[in-house]
């Protein structure tokens, strides 16, 4: 007979008289995967287990214990635990809905407290009480969740505690589990969104107002002032059509001719002048530095079919947004019936032309409207009818043949007469999303005198913004994947790289420095993924309880900084041990049954022991014998042969 204790790992012992119990986690299933493999192919009967089942290492319920040795559990523990009050779970939800962008979501659970009030309080990482909720109905044992909203007005990583205490300050059986972490990351951005427009109007003027209020997004803007240079008319020689100031450069063929045919452009927040001094983009290196795209009243004559294709990638495999305004020549007007964009557009275009005249139309939003944050201004849905209702009529409305199957329609255009025409139409499309807003004349929202009016349209496309960047991928990725493996706590970091295409990149270097709770820093560098392309991996362990904050850094070959990103986690191993007060009876009996064990008393502990010379031992005896010490195989291998000589002696094969 062997004994062990196990808490964060699987320790010998030759009694259990220094028993001390003061470890910081119960990882059940890493202690019985030790023992498993410990005595492997060795004549094992049996696993007493004294435990309460309260495993901090499970990840699910789907664990096989049919592969483990038959496990006899002995249930330590009662059902009666008296007052308490614990922060079971907490949960982050993050929406583009500009008012609480942020929802944390905390279930609290309640012993004994009846007719008690139970004081819940969200805190920042300074201790500082952001909101606090009184809770009086509390049913016993009953998870009761809150909603704490808040928009926070700092990006990157932040850290928010939810803390339950009962108001009368009774005695509970533990107050290790009145509190738990959750953490915020807001560090995605800044999203850039590239505007194209065919010609000056008024919808750029309030959207770039709009967003200039959102620190998260930044607005690049590119407006065609003419579809040709303008041309100064020289005393030339009849039939003379190309530039007089060109001539004495040799013979020039007519295509080679500096010709007055080129746009002219005005960009508005460019970065350097080298950024969009051609146009738009024609590489994928410098179109997919954007996170979205947004084309108003331009027709599709102004790309070429590279520059389509770009766009088709950019959503595609990039990642990005694309929005397509209702002006003059968008949709059917502008010609992107059998272009690639309109294929990624959420709608079935319409040769006919965009509905006008005397008609005005009602935006309103359709019951999938509703459900989406973002196309919400308020909360509430009385207050969003309010908003909704102070909106001007619009009388231009793009029409379209149906919408696509993948789409859904966010809103309505209410004509006169009744009929619902599709206002705003969005879609996933590969990695991305595309929209349409059908609305030719938005503006009008802006020009309405009230000043409510106004805060209503910028608020909206703000939202929309955000919405449209959402989905987007960044050159540097990182996804953390908690690991509760056999010996401690772990988390695997993983970080994609891609170059400048969005394409993965496997000759980078990716450096993490993780800063812990205590205040110490970690180097690690990531190691290359051996089962996919341009991802890096590092397992840290956090067996320390508290934040966790890494700062991820990748460099290209030549030492070049590619992109760097701010990552957390949380590790509340000694909350997690109290998350559950009552024995977990329900596993315990799940892994006796699986295994082939069976649950015992304690008070029959004896009897178990008197009996086990009854019980059947699983005993497993590797057994080795040559196969060509049997006669059946031998004898299979001598007809081979003689098959073979008789095959080729009848076709005279040497």
Known sequence: MRRYTFDTRLSPVTNFAKLTLDGSDSMLLGAMQTLEERFNERPLAGILLFSDGNATDLLGPDVDWAKLPPIYPVVMGTNEIGRDIRVDRVSVNQTNFEANPITIVADVIAHGMEGEAVLVE???????????????DFDEGERFPLRFQLKPQRRGIAFYRVRASALSKVSEATQENNSRLAIVDRSGGPYRILYVAGRPNWEFKFLNRAIEQDREVQLV???????????FTFRSGRGESSNPLFKGF??????????????????????????????????????????????????????NQDQMSLIDEFVQRRGGGLLMLGGQESFARGDYRRTSIGEILPVYLDP?????GDVSYKFSLTREGWLEPWARIEATEEQ?????????????LNRVRAIKPAATVVAHAESDDGKLHPALVVQEFGKGRTAALLIGDLWRWHLRREKTAGDDAERFWRQMARWLVGNGQKRLMIDSQRELLAASQSLRIEATVRDAEFRHLDN????????KPDGNQVDLTAEPSEAKSGVYEATIASGLPGAYRAEVVATAEDGSEIARRDTGWVSETITNEFRRLRPNRELLQRMADQSGGEVIAA???????RDLSKRRIPITEPIIEPLWHKWTFFLIAISCLVGEWGVRRLRGLP
């Open 122 to 136: 969200l805190l920042d990482e300074e201790d500082q009480i952001v909101e606090q909720q009184i809770v009086k």
């Open 221 to 231: 803007g590119l407006t065609r002032l003419a579809k040709r240079e303008p041309k």
């Open 250 to 303: 040799g013979n020039q063929d007519r295509e080679e001719i500096e010709q007055y045919d080129e746009p002219v452009f005005l960009r508005f927040g460019a970065e350097d002048e080298a950024e969009l001094r051609d146009g738009f983009p024609k590489t994928a290196d410098a179109l997919f530095r954007y996170d979205a795209i947004i084309l108003d009243d331009v027709e599709a004559n102004l790309f």
């Open 352 to 356: 006919l032309r965009s509905l006008a």
């Open 384 to 396: 969003q009818q309010q908003h909704l209702d102070r909106m001007p009529r619009f009388r231009t």
């Open 508 to 515: 980078a270097e990716v450096r993490i420095a993780i800063h």
């Open 603 to 609: 008070n029959r502990l004896d009897h178990f022991v």
